[in-house]
């Protein structure tokens, strides 16, 4: 499978985004999809994960939610009360199967991951 992330820009503070994943080649039916983000200077750090069956998993504290359409090909991240700190280049990876928590948030566990997109929050 092949990642498109897209939906990065300039954010407000207190606005919300909107990022998507998109598979090419094949469903994410088998595989467990995460969303990671690395600011300038940082370490990559997981922020949420839908998993093959449907169920998610977040990064404490929450405010993400990932879903996932019902083709099962796009999965998409939410995030509200958008805040400076939240500036970082935002990466979806697939794994393929269910993986167990313990697993979810190390970025070496994906083998696919897309490109990046840049989400700027910035008045």
């Known amino acids: 499978v092949q990642l498109q992330a897209s939906g990065g820009g300039l954010m407000q503070p207190g606005g919300s985004l909107r990022l ?3 598979a090419s080649g094949r469903s994410f039916s088998s595989y467990t999809v995460a969303w990671f983000r690395q600011a300038p200077g940082k370490e990559r750090e997981f922020v949420g994960a839908i998993r093959s069956d449907g169920s998610t ?3 404490e504290p929450v405010k993400v939610t990932i879903s996932r359409d019902s083709t099962r090909t796009t999965v998409a991240l939410q995030m509200n009360g958008l805040k400076p700190e939240d500036t970082a280049v935002y990466y979806c990876a697939a794994a393929q199967g269910r993986l167990i928590t313990s697993r979810l948030r190390t970025p070496q566990v994906y ?12 008045s």
């Open 20 to 22: 998507s994943c998109t």
């Open 57 to 59: 998993s977040y990064a």
């Open 111 to 122: 083998d696919t991951w897309g490109q990046g997109t840049l989400v700027t929050v910035s």
